[in-house]
């Protein structure tokens, strides 16, 4: 009795300190360059037992990891990271004034708009309007409730029936904000928008847009902790969450292998079984009851300039790798018109080894042929904290890259 008791107090004291706002003075983000194999070993090996987030994971050789490192840690990560020959920069020298001045000052919250990163409740509303508003082509969807009762909301958008449909997912990863921000502005343009190529494919297709697909995990990134990026889910006593792109049932891992975790605390856990998650499982359920006409799947995250197709598993090719790869292409090369931002196309797996993830599922379960994730801006100076001035040009050109990756689909043959 006495240690149930104990325990009892430790999971009130625990809970306690996360009801309070994380702050984030002082703390530092490094680029780690990864030279050898031996690095890249000692990084995957720090990931699992450190107490550093990293941001970027370390996937291969030649490709740098981003680590967030607490003040009280800096001195001990620098010694580590000298004594075993890593070369690093310092990054970002204070996350904290980037939380800080991510958001414009004295902006009044009862607008709508993509000069600010807003809240679940201020997404939620702002649907309620549109679909009031354009009821004839918008309607809601509401997907199942989330491990803490909130739903999981869709809307879907169609102009005439028996188009093909294309599914947006966003904000899987709760710190991701500019990923709702920019499925938001999508569907604003969706109905607003007088630029030709934008009705066109608005008007053409049935899209299914989910700003917020873990709700808990964002609505909690607002409040206690913008650096949180799980589910909100009890597994652990100490440590909640699940990482949803990791629970996904196809080739889902405990953790005994590459690609996910089976550690409560880390990042990249992957839950007890596939589809632990209610946010996973049921947006699977209304993905399979419209498989038939989605034709494209497209994952929205940060940070990273990238545009990435099956398989996140393995290193074998999908079975139409050529044509991925292609319109792949196609769409990064539009998308870099207007800023000049270049994306990098590649399969999910040659950045590095990911199990359980919603494009392998969709591709393979779902027989949706065409599945993308969009790694958004940028590529390491904000990191997960996008200041809100880069929201616009950065849902434009997406929006931009869509156009180029619908039509060349179309005239691949995938979207009848």
């Known amino acids: 009795m006495k240690y149930l008791v104990l325990l009892l107090v430790f999971i009130v004291i625990v809970e306690f300190s996360r009801s309070e706002r994380a702050r984030f003075d002082n703390f530092k983000v490094f680029t780690v360059e990864v030279d050898n194999d031996a690095q890249l070993q000692i990084l ?14 370390p996937t291969k050789v030649g490709r740098s990891a ?72 918008l309607t809601d969807i509401d997907a199942g409730l989330s491990f803490e009762g909130q739903r999981i909301r869709g809307v879907k958008l169609s102009y005439k029936v028996g188009n093909p449909s294309i599914l947006i997912e966003s904000n899987t990863h709760a ?114 009851q419209h498989a038939d006409h989605i034709k494209i799947y497209l994952a929205f995250h940060s940070y990273s300039l990238l545009l990435l197709y099956p398989w996140s598993y ?46 392998d599922w969709a591709y393979n379960e779902a027989k949706i042929k065409l599945s993308y994730t969009y790694e958004f801006r940028d590529n390491g100076t904000y990191g997960f904290i996008l200041p809100a001035d880069q929201i616009r040009p950065n849902a434009f050109e997406v929006l931009d890259s869509l156009v180029a990756l619908i039509d060349e689909s179309e005239r691949l043959g995938y979207m009848s």
């Open 44 to 57: 995957r090996e720090l990931e699992k037992v450190s107490n550093y987030d990293f941001w970027k994971e």
């Open 66 to 137: 981003d680590i967030m490192v607490p003040p009280h840690k800096t001195s001990e990560f620098e010694e580590v990271m000298k004594s075993l020959n890593f070369r690093t920069d310092l990054k970002i020298s204070n996350v904290q004034e980037l939380i800080d001045n991510e958001q414009p000052k004295a902006t009044p919250r009862n607008d709508f708009t993509w000069d600010q990163y807003h809240t679940l409740d201020e997404i939620n509303l702002w649907l309620d309007q549109m679909i009031q508003e354009y009821s004839d082509v």
């Open 175 to 288: 710190r991701e904000w500019i990923t709702s921000a920019t499925a938001t502005y999508i569907l604003n343009e969706f109905l607003t928008s007088n630029d030709p190529e934008f009705r066109r494919i608005a008007e053409n297709y049935d899209w299914y847009i989910f700003p917020n697909v873990n709700p808990d995990g964002f609505r909690y990134s607002h409040e206690y902790n913008r650096m949180w990026r799980k589910t909100r889910s009890r597994d652990g006593v100490i440590c909640r969450g699940v990482d949803p792109n990791r629970n996904w049932a196809h080739e889902w891992q405990d953790g005994s292998s590459p690609g996910a975790s089976n550690d409560v605390c880390c990042e990249t856990y992957a839950g007890t079984a596939p589809f632990s998650e209610p946010e996973t499982r049921q947006l699977a359920d209304f993905v399979l």
């Open 314 to 359: 393995t290193p074998a090719p999908a079975e139409n790798y050529d044509d991925l790869h292609h319109i792949g292409t196609v769409a990064a090369d539009r998308l870099k018109e207007t800023y000049q931002t270049e994306y990098t196309v590649q399969s999910f797996y040659d950045l590095y080894i990911s199990t359980g993830t919603s494009i």
